[in-house]
T-cell receptor
Framework: KQEVTQIPAALSVPEGENLVLNCSFTDSAIYNLQWFRQDPGKGLTSLLLIQSSQREQTSGRLNASLDKSSGRSTLYIAASQPGDSATYLC??????????????FGKGTHLIIQP | DVKVTQSSRYLVKRTGEKVFLECVQDMDHENMFWYRQDPGLGLRLIYFSYDVKMKEKGDIPEGYSVSREKKERFSLILESASTNQTSMYLCATKPGQGLIYGYTFGSGTRLTVV
């Protein structure tokens, strides 16, 4: 069964820094990987979805990469802003068979951007 | 944009009550999911449904049931609420069986059982 680990668990940096959040997964037979953002007490907002055939996806200041063979993904945030403060979650399909089987999540990286 | 609406942001219920959590989506997605989120444990899948009247157990179905009588609505039912079911509950949807689609989440329901 798939397991997802996110490192670091928490990160606090000054505004303006570029930063990298890491995600690793145990079963490399995934068909996609999704990054989410969660603000305190709120639901999840999808940031980026990377298909297994892709190496990268970009949205504004966010760039996510995927290396299936090594079981890793990174989320790169450029020029961080206080509004980026949130918990970032990485998720992959529960099973490699595809279809509607739900997601397994990492425990997230709690990010604080200091003004 | 897909909208996933959870009817209540906050709920307080008593031990032993039957509790209904409602989720409604407006984009005709086939698949709907219920998760709970707890500090230190992360998000865990309770139940999901890939069609009307169809349901599948997730990782932690004990103490819960679900109902999907219409495509747009997926209800999570706590048959007899207990304090260990105090949690944040999140509903999600996903279109079809295609592998290229991602998941969309609602804003969550914070349930407290006293």
């Amino acid at each position: 069964k798939q397991e997802v680990t996110q490192i670091p668990a928490a990160l606090s940096v000054p505004e303006g820094e570029n930063l990298v959040l890491n995600c690793s997964f145990t079963d490399s037979a995934i068909y996609n990987l999704q990054w989410f953002r969660q603000d305190p007490g709120k639901g999840l907002t999808s940031l980026l979805l990377i298909q297994s055939s892709q190496r990268e996806q970009t949205s504004g200041r966010l760039n996510a990469s995927l290396d299936k063979s090594s079981g890793r993904s990174t989320l790169y945030i450029a020029a961080s802003q206080p509004g980026d403060s949130a918990t970032y979650l990485c998720a992959v399909p529960l099973y490699s068979g595809g279809g509607a089987d739900g997601l397994t999540f990492g425990k997230g990286t709690h990010l604080i951007i200091q003004p | 944009d897909v909208k996933v609406t959870q009817s209540s942001r906050y709920l307080v219920k008593r031990t032993g009550e039957k509790v209904f959590l409602e989720c409604v989506q407006d984009m005709d997605h086939e698949n709907m999911f219920w998760y709970r989120q707890d500090p230190g444990l992360g998000l865990r899948l309770i139940y999901f449904s890939y069609d009307v009247k169809m349901k599948e157990k997730g990782d932690i179905p004990e103490g819960y049931s679900v109902s999907r009588e219409k495509k747009e609505r997926f209800s999570l039912i706590l048959e007899s609420a207990s304090t260990n079911q105090t949690s944040m509950y999140l509903c999600a949807t996903k279109p079809g069986q295609g592998l290229i689609y991602g998941y969309t989440f609602g804003s969550g329901t914070r349930l407290t059982v006293v």
